[in-house]
């Protein structure tokens, strides 16, 4: 029966590959995605054969960041440790090589056997440690059947994922049973795995590690310029916005800046989006210049964050920022990076992905639930306005996160008990 359900898997996935093959195909070439990891992706590397004691799989640029503190104390226990970091996405590859420069970092390959098969001969992990949750079957099968141990690390089940898991528990049942361990972020996700077939026993609740967030130490290149650039103004930064968020947020800063005299930064999550922005931006009537062609010469009330891996250096010129992916239905992103930075933090209501960092946020009232783009111009100005509140948002924050740290040491701990 397993290996029945194992055949069907494989010959729905070369269905769907063939489907969509054009699709990719074709964004590919349009856009340069796609295209230059798919020999990796495919099973075929430049790098060097060699075995590792762990691989830890972080799908992209939220996961990566996740990953760095579990790899701190992971690297604490075992300072000898051979690391392999797998991404799925572009802007996720590019923040691991960034955040791990003594690991292997490689792409993380399809799930088809061959590839799979070919991936294990290549790096021969001895434990495997995802981030978060992705469960792949030919992964999880090939790896096991060699002996590799697994690990779901800080393991969630969303709101969105919930009822599709739930729909197909009975084939999730044997597939999640290969897992050592499942180290749950919190009680609703462990009693999610359990719903969808993982046996009690497997589960341990360890925390949420992105508690546990280094914030980025080093100086943003063209600092200097930057500085010029924002010339002493207030400044609200808008982090990792997504589609219906932008459209609704500039016509807002437009007045804003014409309010409050004060400098906009905004930071588009996905790469696809910074044209899109740049064209939104063209129709306000806002002065703004795009980070990847500043200058000595520009002038700007706006600056298009269109580059990889500095936004987080980014909030530390922040007076207020707003976390984007939270007034659309996307689930949020971490309000924990700009707060980390002494950044007061609003979000609105759609945080199902960080639910409890927000709740902790909004009990300890070191962050504000804001629901339009309006309330996010007020909040900003607030803070520009009244530095006793500014003050207090941001010491509520820093506080609430130094209260909950703790959770990667419990992680790395437990995977460190699983390595050679």
């Known amino acids: 029966m397993i290996r029945a359900m194992f055949l069907l898997y494989e010959v729905l996935l070369y269905l769907v590959?063939?489907?969509?093959?054009?699709?990719?195909?074709?964004?590919?070439?349009?856009?340069?995605?796609?295209?230059?990891?798919?020999?990796?992706?495919?099973?075929?590397?430049?790098?060097?054969?060699?075995?590792?004691?762990?691989?830890l799989h972080a799908v992209s640029v939220g996961e990566a960041i996740a990953a760095r503190p579990v790899v701190t104390e992971i690297e604490k226990r075992k300072p000898a440790a051979r690391l392999l970091i797998t991404t799925t996405t572009l802007t996720g590859q590019t923040t691991a090589r960034r955040l791990f420069p003594h690991a292997t970092v490689t792409y993380f390959p399809f799930d088809f056997a061959f590839s799979v098969r070919a991936f294990l001969n290549h790096h021969r992990?001895?434990?495997?440690?995802?981030?978060?949750?992705?469960?792949?079957?030919?992964?999880?099968?090939?790896?096991?059947?060699?002996?590799?141990?697994?690990?779901?690390a800080n393991a969630r089940i969303s709101d969105r994922s919930y009822p599709r898991y739930r729909a197909v528990r009975s084939l999730l049942r044997p597939i999640l049973a290969r897992?050592?361990?499942?180290?749950?972020?919190?009680?609703?996700?462990?009693e999610r795995f359990v719903a969808i077939g993982?046996?009690?026993?497997?589960?341990?609740?360890?925390?949420?590690?992105?508690?546990?967030?280094?914030?980025?130490?080093?100086?943003?290149?063209?600092?200097?310029?930057?500085?010029?650039?924002?010339?002493?103004?207030?400044?609200?930064?808008?982090?990792?916005?997504?589609?219906?968020?932008?459209?609704?947020?500039?016509?807002?800063?437009?007045?804003?800046?014409?309010?409050?005299?004060?400098?906009?930064?905004?930071?588009?999550?996905?790469?696809?989006?910074?044209?899109?922005?740049?064209?939104?931006?063209?129709?306000?009537?806002i002065r703004f210049a795009r980070r990847s062609e500043l200058?000595?010469?520009?002038?700007?009330?706006?600056l298009l964050l269109d580059t990889f891996g500095e936004l987080a250096g980014m909030y530390r010129y922040a007076t207020a920022a707003f976390v984007g992916?939270?007034?659309?239905?996307?689930?949020?992103?971490?309000?924990?990076?700009?707060?980390?930075?002494?950044?007061?933090?609003?979000?609105?209501?759609?945080?199902?992905?960080?639910?409890e960092i927000a709740a902790a946020f909004l009990r300890q009232g070191a962050g504000q639930q804001v629901r339009s783009a309006a309330e996010v111009a007020r909040f900003a100005e607030s803070m520009f306005n009244d530095a006793a509140r500014r003050e207090r948002f941001s010491r509520a924050a820093l506080t609430t996160v130094e209260q909950n740290r703790g959770a990667s040491a419990r992680t790395a701990a437990r995977i460190v008990e699983l390595m050679p």
């Open 179 to 190: 897992y050592s361990v499942i180290l749950a972020r919190e009680e609703t996700d462990r």
């Open 325 to 355: 992916g939270s007034l659309v239905p996307n689930g949020g992103h971490n309000p924990i990076e700009p707060a980390a930075a002494g950044a007061p933090v609003c979000f609105g209501p759609s945080m199902s992905n960080f639910r």
């Open 125 to 152: 992990p001895a434990v495997m440690a995802t981030m978060e949750t992705e469960i792949w079957p030919n992964v999880t099968r090939l790896a096991t059947a060699r002996g590799i141990r697994l690990v779901l």
């Open 295 to 302: 200058d000595q010469g520009a002038t700007a009330d706006l």
């Open 198 to 285: 993982a046996v009690p026993a497997q589960i341990e609740v360890c925390g949420n590690v992105k508690f546990d967030y280094q914030s980025e130490e080093a100086p943003l290149d063209d600092a200097l310029l930057l500085e010029k650039l924002i010339a002493g103004r207030p400044v609200i930064v808008l982090g990792s916005t997504m589609a219906g968020e932008d459209e609704e947020l500039l016509p807002e800063m437009a007045q804003l800046i014409s309010r409050a005299g004060c400098f906009v930064v905004v930071a588009p999550r996905k790469p696809e989006r910074f044209e899109i922005v740049n064209a939104l931006l063209s129709t306000t009537g």
């Open 17 to 55: 590959f063939i489907i969509t093959a054009p699709f990719f195909l074709v964004t590919g070439l349009l856009r340069g995605k796609y295209l230059s990891n798919f020999p990796e992706r495919m099973g075929r590397y430049r790098h060097r054969a060699s075995s590792h004691d762990l691989w």
